[in-house]
């Protein structure tokens, strides 16, 4: 499609780049703020290059925040002896809005995949398991994918942590096989974590 500026091609060019939009939403989103008021279009801006400055990763679970810690670690009340692993915080805030977790997470940041080229070392397992060591955790939940990815991520973390004094479970299979987390909805996902099982038993040995 040919423009009449090339700064509203820019612009739709950008906004092609976000996941699930295409051509003809770009252009109405750059339309739009085309016409918008200038104050709405300079806080949109404002907002995006703030959240990019200024969010951080947890120095904790590597969720993301505000500080250097994250307000389910500050929390004195969450269950610190039980950790939910989980790939990305996506999954973190699906797994927050059942109301039905009262642990607190790690994230990994990824699953292992060779295909992708990411490898153990690319992902946060290797912080997991010195938590693990250092802290008074009792139970990691195994919350990851459905998928072939995440399942050998998680044979691989149940390998390395297997003869720690830790306890290893993963949500119960309620979420279909292939699923990701985030897009499971609030009762099934709620349902799996509290009725999670043995990793052994899922999984086998």
């Known amino acids: 499609m040919n423009y009449p500026s090339i700064h509203l091609e820019n612009v739709i060019n950008e ?3 976000l996941p699930g939009v295409g051509s ?22 404002q907002s995006i290059s703030l959240m990019r400055s200024e969010i951080k990763l947890c120095k904790h679970c590597f969720s993301i925040s505000d500080s250097d810690e994250c307000e389910v670690c500050k929390d ?8 939910c692993v989980v790939e990305n915080i996506r999954d973190v805030m699906a797994i927050e809005n059942t109301n039905s977790y009262s642990g607190v997470y790690h994230v990994l940041g990824g699953v292992i995949s060779p295909i992708d080229g990411i490898g153990a070392g690319d992902i946060k397992i290797k912080e997991l398991v010195e938590r693990i060591a250092k802290e008074d955790i009792q139970e990691i939940i195994l919350a990851l994918p459905t998928t072939m990815e995440g399942d050998t991520t998680c044979f691989y973390i149940n390998k390395l942590v297997k003869d720690m004094n ?3 479970s993963a949500i119960a299979r309620g979420v279909s096989i292939g699923d990701n987390i985030e897009y499971t909805d609030e009762i099934t996902l709620s349902r799996s974590i509290l009725n999670r099982l043995p990793f052994d038993k899922i999984y086998g040995k």
């Open 15 to 17: 906004f092609s780049k």
């Open 24 to 45: 003809r939403t770009a252009l109405r989103f750059a339309l739009y703020l085309l016409d918008a008021d200038e104050k709405e279009a300079n806080s949109l801006a």
């Open 76 to 83: 004195a009340k969450r269950d610190h002896s039980l950790v």
């Open 166 to 168: 830790v306890k290893v």
